[in-house]
Nanobody, 119 residues
Framework: QVQLVESGGGLVQPGGSLRLSCAAS????????MGWYRQASGKQRELVAT???????NYADSVKGRFTISRDNAKNTVWLQMNSLKPEDTAVYYC?????????????WGQGTQVTVSS
């Protein structure tokens, strides 16, 4: 079983920056994609950004040019650098990791970290 622990959330003013971290631990075989998702109050969880083990990235249109995802495979850690934050970025941000175990995709989720963008 893989555990994901997020950190780095908080309260920031519009235009500010935050950096989220997510570290995977436990019985890890080989983590492929890692990513960040968010869920605003009263809305469905949505993709923010993902990164594969070979560095390919994908971003939601709403964050392109403002957010950057990166990872360290050796440390099983992924980061999300968030710049030019807007009030609409306010949400609980969740880390997700994907493993392929015996040919089956297995997904793990972190507990989430709150990001609030407000003046």
């Amino acid at each position: 079983q893989v555990q994901l622990v997020e950190s780095g959330g908080g309260l920031v003013q519009p235009g500010g920056s935050l950096r989220l971290s997510c570290a995977a631990s436990g019985r890890i075989f080989s983590i492929d994609a890692m990513g960040w998702y968010r869920q605003a109050s009263g809305k469905q969880r949505e993709l923010v950004a993902t990164i594969t083990s070979d560095g390919r990235t994908n971003y939601a249109d709403s964050v392109k040019g403002r957010f950057t995802i990166s990872r360290d495979n050796a440390k099983n850690t992924v980061w999300l650098q968030m710049n030019s934050l807007k009030p609409e970025d306010t949400a609980v941000y969740y880390c997700r990791a994907q493993e392929v175990v015996q040919g089956v995709d297995v997904f793990y989720w972190g507990q989430g970290t709150q990001v609030t963008v407000s003046s």
